[in-house]
T-cell receptor, first 118, second 107 residues
């Protein structure tokens, strides 16, 4: 069965960086893009960008350009999202989600809570 | 960027009711529209893709319709487990954008 398993919660100080992992299993990793979506406490869903696990190509939301880096390691079928220069308003649950052109975000990771606090 | 506007932002309904949620796109997106259900503290669950196609395992009381700029999610015969927040998402282009969500609460 398809599974996306994310790394655990983290607490970071303002200005630091965080790297979240998303381990995929149950399907061919390189056949589907991985997207990242975040949700601040009590707020809606916000799309951050995607990575093509096959080519390594990426596309980031303009809001995060310059602060976010998405990578992957095909040998261990894992995608990563690194966010730098963290601010308090980056406190959120970060999700990875599998995507195909016809069925967007059909499988999600369990979410990773990132808390930014001094 | 394409903006997605949901209405209402919140609503109260009773078990057995028929509920309709609307999602409007700021420009035409054909049928590149998906719906998700999210319960507090849980991962969003995909319900519908391509505006009207039900994801596997989703009860048939959920249905979607629309094309272009206006879309609806209908829940017929609302069940206790349906009280949640619902989000639309366009996937016609990038950036992808979600609606702001519609919270369906118990009356």
């Amino acid at each position: 069965q398809v599974q996306l398993v994310q790394s655990g919660a983290e607490v970071k100080k303002p200005g630091a960086s965080v790297k979240v992992s998303c381990k995929a299993s149950g399907y061919t990793f390189t056949d589907y893009y991985i997207h990242w979506v975040r949700q601040a406490p009590g707020q809606g869903l916000e799309w951050m960008g995607w990575i093509n696990p096959n080519s390594g190509g990426t596309n980031y939301a303009q809001k995060f350009q310059g602060r976010v880096t998405m990578t992957r390691d095909t040998s261990i079928t894992t995608a990563y999202m690194e966010l730098s220069r963290l601010r308090s308003d980056d406190t959120a649950v970060y999700y990875c989600a599998r995507d195909s052109s016809s069925r967007p975000f059909d499988y999600w990771g369990q979410g990773t809570l990132i808390t930014v606090s001094s | 960027d394409i903006q997605m506007t949901q209405s209402p932002s919140a609503m109260s309904a009773s078990v057995g009711d028929r509920v309709t949620i609307t999602c409007r796109a700021s420009q035409g997106i054909n049928n590149y529209l998906a719906w998700f259900q999210q319960k507090p503290g849980k991962v969003p669950k995909p319900l519908i893709y391509a505006a009207s196609s039900l994801q596997s395992g989703v009860p048939s009381r959920f249905s979607g319709s629309g094309s272009g700029t206006e879309f609806t999610l209908t829940i017929s015969n609302l069940q206790p487990e349906d009280f949640a927040t619902y989000y639309c998402l366009h996937h016609k282009s990038y950036p992808r954008t979600f609606g702001q969500g519609t919270k369906v609460e118990i009356k």
